[in-house]
């Protein structure tokens, strides 16, 4: 995308509550309430949780429930829970699968998570349990600690750091070292996909991404491997690869090595159905569509990270699907996603929103109409961004500079130049695609790179540059020329 032009919903709290309630819900989720037999589907109302209600989640899907001393709990998907009861004194919440992760407030009423094998009480902490189909359960402690018990009456103090288990039946195992970050919560447990959105989003040093290359790059579908010059005039050592990590994802990746640095990119895409052998089935129609039906592969989740190993940008994009230009009587369908965030990451920085770093702008269609509105975006400072656009070598040369700068008391700013380039690093012009129009489209395709880099305010005079083929983008189907 040239523009960095921000979008996102503002989700405003309005009031104060007595009492739980669901909110911030994604995907779907489904509440029983107390007395009734019938489940009903959670829309975008905030719906106050009473005693004996029932909440659960399916794949993909996520709810935050909030109490009114501002203790905070996010069910992630494939979990139910009950809200066992909730007094003045105490809440007490039955988990029966899945997991849930609490933040506690210190000198909040009493809480407690139970499972059909553990009891978790707690005050001012951020912990997690998880409880299998089994009975089985997992307790992490994150900040504060945690005094764990089973059926049987052994108890265990779990401080921060340390993860227990308890078996069906009882038995609370021994505090260990827990080796694992904290879950963002936002697929399931044990979930393929999950294991690929965690490694796309948190394997950030040069080593570990050369390493995951080098086991991921031997069951690539595509991969490209070239020496170009980028922009600057620098020799540039490309490598690409595009693999599936799951039977309805495909990963791409670009390495770029250089005499002085090192950079990556990575894009995770995630479809609503298992993609075809012949991968540009999906990918052709994924962005736009002809036709009275919906394409038969939709794209649903995006994930894309760019690195220098210490800064980076991340996209979160969610709620994909295709809409038609005319409901009644569908000839172009176009794509669309619900939710969409923009982060970036300083490397000298404390890490923001689960490592992905400062959310920049964001948008949510907040009633469901499949279309953005000024009140469904959200900026970091309250207010649109100061945009600023340029074509540094005029108009006609494929070199544009975009610049967005935020209305926070930092006055955050970031900035992206984009190149198109051929092999030997001369910038494309209209006129050089003029001339070239003897050749055949393969092959001026293959000599053809693009490069972007980023800079900004929270990045310490660093940059992120990275350059990419289209040669792989057109063998993969997800460019066309």
């Known amino acids: 995308m040239r523009s960095l032009m921000p979008l996102l919903i503002i989700l405003v709290l309005t009031g104060f509550s007595n009492a739980a309630y669901l909110h911030k819900q994604r995907g779907q989720v489904d509440i029983k309430k107390t007395g009734t037999e019938n489940w009903g589907g959670v829309g975008n109302d905030r719906i106050t949780l009473s005693e004996g209600d029932e909440v659960k989640t399916a794949r993909a899907s996520t709810v935050e429930i909030y109490m009114d001393d ?11 829970f009950k809200m066992s009861s909730e007094t003045k004194e105490g809440v007490s919440i039955g988990l029966y699968v899945g997991r849930i992760r609490s933040w506690v407030r ?72 827990n080796p694992n970050q904290p879950s963002n919560m936002d697929s399931s447990i044990g ?45 540039v050592r490309m490598e690409e690869y595009v693999i599936r990590p799951a039977a309805d994802q495909f990963k791409y990746v670009v390495l770029n090595t250089r005499k002085d640095r090192f950079d990556f990119g990575k894009i995770l895409f995630t479809f609503d159905n298992p993609l075809p052998d012949d991968l540009s089935l999906a990918t052709r129609n994924m962005i736009t569509a002809a036709g009275a039906a919906a394409p038969q592969w939709q794209l649903t989740e995006m994930n894309s990270i760019m690195s220098n190993t210490l800064d980076k940008v991340t996209e979160d994009a969610t709620g994909g699907k295709m809409i038609a230009d005319d409901p009644a009587n569908p000839s172009v ?58 074509f540094p070598a005029g108009e006609d040369t494929f070199y544009t500079v975009t610049k967005n700068t935020y209305a926070d008391a930092g006055g955050t700013w970031i900035q992206a130049a984009d190149f198109v380039l051929f092999d030997n690093g001369n910038i494309v012009s209209t006129g050089d695609l003029t001339t070239r129009l003897g050749e055949s489209m393969d092959t001026v395709t293959d000599k053809l790179n693009f490069q972007r880099i980023y800079t900004s305010s929270l990045f310490n005079g660093r940059k992120i540059d990275l350059e990419f083929s289209a040669k792989l983008l057109k063998d993969a189907g997800l460019i066309r020329f």
């Open 70 to 80: 501002g203790t905070k709990v996010k069910l992630a998907p494939l979990s139910a």
């Open 333 to 390: 369908w176009t794509h669309f996603f619900a939710d969409y965030a923009f982060y970036v990451q300083g490397g000298d920085l404390a890490p923001e929103n689960d490592g992905m770093g400062k959310k920049l702008w964001s948008f949510s269609d907040a009633n469901m109409d499949n279309t953005i509105q000024a009140g469904e975006l959200s900026y970091l400072g309250g207010s649109a961004p100061t945009g600023l656009l340029a």
């Open 106 to 177: 210190k000198f909040s009423k009493k809480f407690e998570v139970r499972t059909p094998s553990a009891v978790c009480a707690v005050r001012g902490t951020d912990f997690m349990v998880s409880a299998d189909a089994e009975g089985n359960t997992r307790v992490e402690v994150y900040d504060g600690s945690v005094l764990t018990g089973d059926s049987a009456g052994h108890s265990a103090l779990l401080r921060a750091g340390e993860f227990a288990r308890i078996d069906k039946g009882g038995d609370v195992g021994p505090p260990q070292r």
């Open 191 to 235: 979930d393929a996909k999950l294991l690929a959105k965690k490694e796309i989003y948190n394997e950030m040093s040069k080593e570990d991404v050369i390493a995951g290359a080098q086991a991921e790059i031997q069951s690539a579908e595509f991969q490209n491997r070239k020496v170009a010059i980028d922009a600057f005039g620098n020799r």
